[in-house]
């Protein structure tokens, strides 16, 4: 609620200085350090992931319980698509390599070495002759407030026409 | 199906965004899709300057005297305060409520104040049969009460009244006397009461025969 008259303020009242981050991985990394505060761990109950995004389609949340097999709590409906995966509890393993879900995800063994929010980008062209530039942010959770257990991360990306020669 | 604005690539009714050139498909925008990363902020920043405007104009009506009398004709205060009468009674015609139609009843029938009675000719304890002449050169009879306690009140007893007395601000009392001469007494409209401003007048019989007159030269 208070995440959302802040964000309503800021659309009638834009500040003449740094603007509403309009990219996502951004937002998802401020909205993260806004919430740790003084802390050590952000905790996974205080995390809102509609405060990153309307409707979290393009976020995902990585249970790490078994780290050797980490399993996705929630796919986003626009990621899920992209990554042809559909259901509940989803292994990491089970998403197709070339998908944007499973080439983010797997940056989540960084998250867990530093314990900090990372980010990653990536790039490909499509077979219709289009440059995608994706950017992502994987985000540290703890369910306990002591480790880092689950990790949100979303990804957006951008895509422009390439100049036939 | 859905056609994708950006490469005219048909996908899936219920794909979510087009495989051959990314674009990200929204089922609750106008148009079903847009561009990811493609809102900006320049389609948010008239909202404060309108919001600003709004609040301007509404402290600059706000502090327009609606009742302002000495304002010369034709003035900016005149004009203005005519122009914010005007908008208090095309709300009260539209909704049919005027919080300052009356003042209170009396006998029944909507009746308005009469401060400063000292001068008024009738009597206390009764009530007088007046005509009041607007400056809009609208007239009608009213009744005066004059209770033995209590300041005077204006009581329209015809169906005119209410109205000539709402929308007036100036006006001139005519009273009858008990010789056949009617007074002329000046009143105004202010913060809603009727009052009365000047002298009684004398009656324009009674200046016959005064020295220093024109017929007493």
């Known amino acids: 609620m208070k995440m959302r008259m802040q964000q309503l303020i800021r659309m009638l009242f834009p500040q003449p200085g740094p603007a509403l981050e309009r990219r996502l991985h951004k937002r998802a990394v401020q909205y993260w350090r806004n919430a740790l505060g003084d802390r050590e761990m952000v905790a996974l109950a205080d995390f809102d992931p509609l405060a990153i995004e309307d409707d979290s389609s393009h976020g995902f949340l990585l249970n790490l319980g078994m780290p050797i097999e ?27 390599q070339h998908s944007l879900l499973r080439r983010f995800a797997s940056h989540y063994l960084r998250v867990l070495e530093s314990g900090q929010p990372e980010t990653a980008e990536y790039d490909f062209v499509t077979s219709a002759g289009y440059h995608v530039l994706c950017r992502g942010a994987l985000l540290p959770l703890s369910a306990d407030g002591v480790t880092v257990d689950h990790v949100y991360g979303v990804v957006s990306w951008k895509s422009e026409k390439v100049a036939v020669c | 199906m859905i056609i994708c604005p950006t490469c005219r690539a048909p996908s899936e009714p219920k794909a979510r965004y087009c495989s051959g050139c990314y674009t990200v ?18 389609t948010r920043t008239w909202k404060a300057p309108v919001l600003f405007a709004i609040a301007f104009l509404g402290i600059w009506f706000l502090q327009i005297d609606a009742s302002e009398i000495d304002a010369e004709p034709g003035s900016y205060r005149a004009s203005a305060g005519h122009a914010k009468r005007s908008v208090f009674d095309w709300v009260a015609e539209s909704t049919g409520f005027s919080p300052a139609s009356t003042n209170e009843v009396s006998e029944g029938l909507p009746a308005w ?101 024109k017929d007493g030269v």
């Open chain 1, 70 to 96: 980490p399993v996705f709590s929630y796919i986003g409906p626009v990621l899920e698509q992209e990554a042809g995966v559909h259901g509940d509890q989803v292994r990491l393993a089970a998403v197709p």
């Open chain 2, 25 to 42: 498909f929204f089922a609750n925008s106008p148009t079903g899709t847009r561009r990811l990363e493609a809102t900006t902020n320049e």
């Open chain 2, 113 to 213: 104040f009469l401060d400063n009675d000292r001068q008024l000719p009738c009597a206390r304890g009764g009530f007088c049969d007046v005509v009041i002449r607007f400056d809009s050169g609208d007239s009608a009879a009213f009744l005066i009460e004059r209770p033995n306690d209590g300041g005077a009140r204006i009581i329209a007893v015809d169906s005119r009244g209410p109205a000539l007395l709402n929308k007036s601000t100036r006006a001139q009392l005519l009273v009858d006397e008990e010789r056949g001469a009617a007074r002329s007494i000046s009143i105004t409209r202010r913060d809603g009461r009727w009052s009365i401003v000047d002298a009684v007048q004398e009656p324009a019989g009674a200046r016959a025969g005064r020295p220093g007159g």
